[in-house]
């Protein structure tokens, strides 16, 4: 049986683009890419070898996307929120110190600014984070309103 803390080697993922925001440290960062109102206009850079895969990407209004939270050192499998006194795991958070660091953001996708440029809104992540991949936004398929948020549910955080 594997160590799950040491599991066997995945393939490397390797990005497929940039990202760019106005946040320039972790610090800088909202917690909530909808925290902020109005939200500012991100840029994600698609790199050329991908460029294909963008096909139709315009035709839908939001997408999720995946990205490499680079600049986490390492993994907390419990910590106390600044927001709630009670530890928690960090599987029952969105904190980024994860043993995978991998973010995800559903994103207002605003569009080209350039052939290789998508424009987007309601990013939480730093300037230069590496692009993992971009997938559309269904709401028949993404999103469940009955959902429950868990502990969550006291905060009333989005």
């Known amino acids: 049986m594997n160590d799950p ?16 925001t106005p946040f320039r440290t972790v610090a800088d960062c909202p917690r909530n890419g909808r925290q902020i109102e109005p939200a500012p206009v991100c840029h994600v850079t698609v790199f050329g070898a991908y460029l294909p895969g963008l096909a139709s990407l315009e035709t839908f209004s939001h997408l999720i996307l995946l990205y490499a939270l680079h600049e986490v050192r390492a993994a907390e499998l419990t910590f106390t929120p600044p927001f709630d006194g009670t530890s928690r795991g960090v599987f ?30 309601y990013l939480d992540c730093v300037d230069g984070t590496p692009l993992l991949d971009i997938k559309p936004y269904l709401p028949s398929t993404d999103s469940v309103p009955e959902a429950d948020m868990g502990w969550l549910n006291r905060h009333r955080t989005r």
Do not use: E, H, S, W
């Open 5 to 20: 803390i040491t599991p066997d080697p995945l393939p490397v993922l390797r990005p497929i683009g940039r990202i760019a």
């Open 92 to 121: 029952a958070t969105r904190a980024p110190r994860r043993p995978n660091p991998i973010g995800m953001a559903v994103v207002a996708f605003d569009g080209f600014a350039a052939p290789d440029t998508l424009k987007v809104r």
